[in-house]
C-alpha cells in the first residue's frame, strides 16, 4: 500500500491550495478515505472523510465550509480542495486509508499560510 500526497505550499491567509493523494496497492474504490492533519506540538487530528463511493463526508468543525474532500476512483486519487485558508490551518497533511486488516498513512505534505 502506498499513499502519496501532493500539492502543498506556502500560502497567504485567505488563499487556497488543492491536495492530492494518489493511492496504489489496494481497491481504492472499495475504502472510504481521510485527511489528517497535525500541526507543531498538537495531537494529529482530522480533518475530513469521504466514503468509498464519495457519497457521504465528513468535516471537522473547524473546515466545515471551507474545506471540500472529493475523489476521483478512476484515477486512485482523493483531493482536500482548501479554501479561505487561516494561519491556523498551519500543518503537515496527512492522507490516510482504513483498510480491514490495518491503516496506512502517506508521508505528508507542509501546508503553511502566512503573509
Known amino acids: 500500500v502506498q499513499l502519496v500526497e501532493s500539492g502543498g505550499g506556502l500560502v497567504q491567509p485567505g488563499g487556497s491550495l488543492r491536495l492530492s493523494c494518489v493511492a496504489s496497492g489496494f481497491t481504492f474504490s472499495n475504502y472510504g478515505m481521510s485527511w489528517y492533519r497535525q500541526a507543531p506540538g498538537k495531537e494529529r487530528e482530522l480533518v475530513a472523510r469521504i466514503s468509498s463511493g464519495g457519497g457521504s463526508t465528513y468535516y471537522a468543525r473547524s473546515v466545515k465550509g471551507r474545506f471540500t474532500i472529493s475523489r476521483d476512483n478512476a484515477k486512485n486519487t482523493v483531493y482536500l480542495e482548501m479554501n479561505s485558508l487561516k494561519p491556523e490551518d498551519t500543518a503537515v497533511y496527512y492522507c490516510?486509508?482504513?483498510?480491514?486488516?490495518?491503516?496506512?498513512w502517506g508521508q505528508g505534505t507542509q501546508v503553511t499560510v502566512s503573509s
Open positions: 490516510y486509508a482504513n483498510l480491514n486488516w490495518s491503516g496506512f
